[in-house]
């Protein structure tokens, strides 16, 4: 069993910058392959970023240029660093991690999410 929780939203003026965090804790073998998703009133949930174990961090064309996520594996967190901050970019930010746990099953873990508002 692992837990997500991210930590970092709030109101940011638009152009302004904001760094996400999601810290993994629990009980799990590894985390493969982790990733943002965030969810604006009235609309689907959206893939923002995905960054796999070891491979090439991508992002959705809305978000490209201005957001790059990273990752600390000693310390089980991933970074969300946005940039030049837009309006549209108001939502509720969600940490998503693919995990193995202790006889290798796998398991989807979902952070609570954390609100970010664009706004002057």
């Known amino acids: 069993q692992v837990q997500l929780v991210e930590s970092g939203g709030g109101l940011v003026q638009p152009g302004g910058s904001m760094r996400l965090s999601c810290a993994a804790s629990?009980?799990?073998?590894?985390?493969?392959?982790m990733g943002w998703y965030r969810q604006a009133p009235g609309k689907e949930r959206e893939l923002v970023a995905t960054?796999?174990?070891?491979?090439?961090?991508k992002y959705a064309d809305s978000v490209k240029g201005r957001f790059t996520s990273s990752r600390d594996n000693a310390k089980n967190t991933v970074f969300l660093q946005m940039n030049s901050l837009k309006p549209e970019d108001t939502a509720v930010y969600y940490c998503?991690?693919?995990?193995?746990?202790?006889?290798?099953?796998?398991?989807?873990?979902w952070g609570q999410g954390t609100q970010v508002t664009v706004s002057s």
């Open positions: 629990g009980n799990f073998f590894n985390l493969n392959a």
């Open positions: 998503n991690a693919e995990v193995t746990l202790p006889h290798w099953s796998v398991y989807t873990a």
């Open positions: 960054i796999p174990l070891g491979g090439v961090t």
